[in-house]
């Protein structure tokens, strides 16, 4: 007799279920696409950005090919270019850069809050110099920072925000939605966000109805006015296909039932993970996070890895390298940021997103608790 055991096996990110939920809404209502061959602009284009645009709370919504375009754009679009300064959080993806420098503006990188590891206005006021235009939060994991406060300190020294929401679609602080509080919300819609295509998308929301038409024009050539070969501006090609419109409206309908499963999630690790071994990021209480990641800190991060890894737990690191201490980042670094720099030795992602199985949390919780190392104070 032998006794079998079954290897448990926790992926990282499992989309195949959130793909399942919209399956056949997507299929019928691209045959209806195939049928029209409206395959850029059109209905599709529009009804979204409307849902959108009322989902988080603001008049307009443009779409966008990617997240990166949606940054870089809206920078083009505010003037923010050769000769600004742009201030950012040096712990983000490496795309919140990129779009300043694709601007042609300068990224100034600032440290963040120890605890939440978001910008505060302690951060920002260290990063601004008297060419700073604009203020990008960033609402790293799914939670915006203390918006009040960034929106205060922002306008006391005369500068724009405009909120990285790419991680952080229905995310809200006070009774307000990412995106919908600073001049724009750019928005990623690449397949493993909370609100993601079968592909690259993105948006920017806005209140302000100038931007917009910029921002349209700026994402179609230039294009102005209903003139096919009327070109107003040096713009792009970085139009939402109307495919993952449709997409992305079925999936918006789910939005906000996926985003209360990975909450219940995360309320597992965080009972049941020990804080001496696994520190989770703090969450404001201002706010509503929505938990694109469950990031925990932890000492000896590489052997704990393989100790999941070898339990069958997949895990991932957002972000091993802050984005000054990168080779075509670091001509802009202007001295150490001890906090982002520590967070990118200590940050682990555990599993998460919204058809993770209670049980399958638990037992990520259990392993941790099992192999992690005790943290140095
Ligand atoms: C994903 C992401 C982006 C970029 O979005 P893409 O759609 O991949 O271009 C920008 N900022 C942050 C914080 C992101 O997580």
Not at 169 to 184: E, P
């Amino acid at each position: 007799m032998s006794v079998v055991t079954v290897a448990r096996t926790v992926p990282f990110l499992d989309l195949s279920s959130v793909t399942d939920e919209v399956r056949n809404r997507v299929l019928h209502r691209w045959g209806e696409l195939l049928d029209d061959n409206r395959f850029i602009g059109g209905e599709a284009v529009s009804s979204f950005e409307d849902r959108f645009a009322a989902y988080c709370g603001t008049p307009y919504a443009v779409g966008m090919a990617n997240g990166t375009d949606a940054l870089q754009l809206t920078l083009r679009a505010l003037g923010i270019g050769a000769g600004s300064e742009v201030v950012l959080p040096a712990n983000s993806f490496v795309a919140t850069a990129e779009a300043v420098v694709l601007a042609g503006a300068t990224p100034v990188f600032a440290d963040v809050d120890p605890q939440t590891l978001l910008l505060t206005p302690a951060t920002i006021e260290a990063a601004l110099t008297a060419r700073t235009q604009a203020v990008i939060a960033v609402h790293l994991y799914g939670r915006t920072p203390d918006m009040d406060a960034v929106l205060e300190c922002a306008a006391r020294h005369g500068v724009l925000v405009i909120e990285d929401a790419a991680q952080a679609q229905g995310a809200t602080w006070g009774d307000r939605r990412a995106g919908s509080m600073g001049v724009a919300g750019c928005f990623s819609f690449y397949p493993g966000k909370n609100l993601g295509a079968f592909g690259d998308a993105g948006a920017v929301v806005t209140r302000d109805p100038a931007l917009t038409e910029r921002l349209r024009a700026l994402r179609d050539h230039g294009r102005v006015g209903d003139a096919h070969y009327d070109h107003g501006y040096v713009g792009t090609n970085s139009r939402l296909d109307a495919l993952q419109a449709i997409v992305l409206e079925a999936k918006l309908e789910r939005l906000d039932a996926w985003n209360a499963a990975r909450s219940e999630l995360m309320a597992i690790y965080r009972s049941q993970i020990d804080p001496t071994r696994a520190a989770p990021v703090e969450d404001l209480p201002g706010g509503r996070g929505i938990h694109h990641l469950a990031v925990v800190r932890v000492s000896e991060r590489d052997t704990l890895r393989a100790a999941l890894a070898d339990g069958g737990i997949s895990t991932g690191v957002h972000y091993p390298i802050a984005i000054h201490r990168m080779g075509p980042y670091a001509e802009y670094a202007r001295g150490r940021l001890p906090v982002a720099e520590l967070a990118a030795r200590e940050v682990l992602s555990l599993p998460m997103y919204p058809h993770l199985h209670p049980d399958d949390a638990r037992y990520v919780a259990e392993q941790v608790n099992q192999h992690a190392a005790v943290r140095r104070p």
